[in-house]
């Protein structure tokens, strides 16, 4: 026994028995299942309980059909104001990138309907005329309609826009309004844009578009007007993105002009030359007092 040698070892510290004791414990007790086990998938989509979150939602046509041109204009606005309302440098590349995204889509799906609209695009920032629908050919009444629309049937073959101009006073508005009550189906006013205030009974819209000095002359700068002009201290202005919509429903517009003296021809050449460029639109000659002074005779 003495020429054994020393068998000894460290005693066991307090950790190291709570580690173990906790190991144990943990051994012992019974295992529960997991509700959703480790790398599992969540299958919850597949549930038929709620349409909403369920299958049916995968089922959706938004999520597998080409979307319409039109459904990017609303998408591009927001665009528009998250630039203009940007506060830092980032926030403006980043909201320009997702309008330059969206209007990368948007042209692609208009160049398989609506090529045409390419040729007045521009600016490669603004593709307003993609969201416009096409102006579609004249296309044959049916027999049931013939009778009631012989007179816009005639008409037909004469689209261009008609202007109607002449001094205050002499009856303009009742003339436009007794061509629009004839042919509803034919015709459609064109609303102005001024920076006067409205007065009693105008809606904003309907009788004009009221907008600000510097709304104004932000539009005019950017050649957003046909014809512009400014009468007692206010501003007017013929919008080319009005006119031209309502050549796109198949509709002839009705412009309604002040005649100042010499500046009613500058105004009506400074429409037909922007004008020249749409398909099947060109400005006839102005309607004066010949017509109006005694219009319920005339047609």
């Known amino acids: ?57 995968l089922k959706d046509p938004s999520r597998y059909e080409v979307p319409s041109v039109k459904s990017f204009k609303s998408k591009m606005e927001l665009d528009d ?23 990368w889509r948007a042209l692609r799906i208009a160049s398989t309907t609506n090529i045409l609209a390419f040729d007045k695009i521009e600016r490669a920032d603004k593709i307003d005329e ?59 006013r064109k609303v102005s844009h001024t920076t006067r205030a409205p007065r009693e009974g105008e809606v904003d819209g309907q009788h004009y578009n009221f907008i600000t000095k510097e709304k104004h002359s932000m539009m005019r700068d950017a050649d957003e007007f046909l014809e512009y002009n400014n009468y007692n201290g206010n501003d007017y202005g013929t919008s080319r993105k009005l006119v031209e919509g309502i050549i796109a429903r198949g509709k002839i517009p009705v412009m309604e002009m002040e005649h100042h003296q010499r500046n009613i021809q500058r105004k009506i050449r400074m429409a ?13 000659k102005p309607i004066v007092h010949p017509r109006v002074i005694n219009h319920n005779q005339v047609f």
């Open 272 to 284: 037909r030359r922007k004008m020249s460029k749409w398909p099947r639109a060109s400005v006839q």
């Open 81 to 103: 104001m998250d630039i203009e309302m940007a506060m830092t440098e980032e926030e403006k590349n980043a909201a320009m990138e997702s309008k330059a995204s969206k209007s």
């Open 1 to 57: 026994m003495e020429n054994c040698p020393t068998i000894a070892r460290d005693g066991v510290t307090p950790g190291e028995y709570i580690a173990v004791k906790a190991a144990a414990h943990k051994v012992a007790l019974n295992k529960r299942l997991r509700p959703n086990p480790l790398g599992s998938l969540d299958l919850k989509f597949l549930s038929e309980t709620n349409a909403q979150a369920g299958l049916e939602r």
């Open 130 to 188: 993609v969201f416009l629908d096409p102006v579609k050919v004249e296309e044959a009444v049916s027999s049931s309609q013939e009778g009631n629309n012989d007179d816009e049937v005639g008409q037909l073959k004469d689209r261009r826009t008609i202007i109607i101009a002449g001094p205050s006073g002499v009856g303009k508005s009742t003339l436009i309004k007794m061509l629009l009550t004839k042919h509803p189906k034919l015709l459609e």
